[in-house]
Every structure is written in structure tokens, then in C-alpha cells.
């Protein structure tokens, strides 16, 4: 499929995914939404992964370049981060943990749910 076609099914599914969070009476990130309208959209079949995978290929291949405005920001802000630098290392370190802790408990449940239903499970 043409490339120019991709990218507009590509900011298509984007815009419709902003203009579903300008509806929603709640705040939920559009780009959430539109990720999940792309996994709707090709698990129905709706979408074919052959019409976006150009696209999504390049930008994947070249995604360190979207993190460069992000780099630049940081060093704007760079003489706050590290007059806070040890709430922030402090915050990663203990969502760090705590993210751990979350997914070792959910793993260990979602293994005693299997053996129950009589599944092996896959250690």
C-alpha cells in the first residue's frame, strides 16, 4: 500500500482517538485511545496489518529521533531535576519496586488460576 495512504489510515486512527476523548465526560489520554481503537480495528480484521506495517516499520526503525525534543526539555529544566534529584531517584527506585512486587503477585495468581482449571503451568 502507499506510504502516504499508511500515514493517513495511521492519523486517521490518531484523530479519531482525539475526538473520542473530547467526547468522554472524563479525562483518558487520546493516544491511549487511539491504540486502542488500532488494536480493535486490526484484531476485527477491519484493518489488515499489510496496510500499516510501512509505516509503523519506519517508525520504529527510527524512534530514538522522537526522544531528541524530549532529551532537549530535560536539559531546559536540568537545574530543577537536580535540585530534586533525590525525590526523583527515590520515586523511580520505589515504583520500581512496587511494579515488581504488582506483576510477581499477579504472575503467582494467574498461575494458581491455571491450576485449577486443570492447565499446566509453564514454568
Known amino acids: 500500500m502507499d506510504l502516504l495512504a499508511q500515514i493517513a489510515i495511521l492519523l ?13 465526560p472524563f479525562s483518558f489520554p487520546s493516544s491511549v485511545i487511539a491504540m486502542l481503537l488500532m488494536l480493535l480495528l486490526l484484531a ?17 526503525q527510527n524512534m530514538a529521533f522522537f526522544f531528541v525534543p524530549l532529551c532537549v526539555n530535560i536539559l531546559a529544566y536540568l537545574e530543577i531535576i537536580s535540585a530534586n534529584m ?22 503467582r495468581g494467574l498461575m494458581k488460576l491455571t491450576r485449577k482449571k486443570g492447565e499446566p503451568d509453564h514454568e
Open 86 to 107: 533525590v525525590a526523583i531517584l527515590v520515586i523511580c527506585f520505589v515504583s520500581t519496586f512496587l511494579t515488581f512486587v504488582t506483576t510477581a503477585f499477579t504472575v
Open 44 to 60: 476485527t480484521g477491519v484493518l489488515k496489518l499489510r496496510h500499516v506495517e510501512g509505516v509503523t516499520n519506519f517508525l520504529m
Open 12 to 24: 486517521g486512527v490518531c484523530l479519531s482517538g482525539e475526538l473520542l476523548a473530547s467526547l468522554l
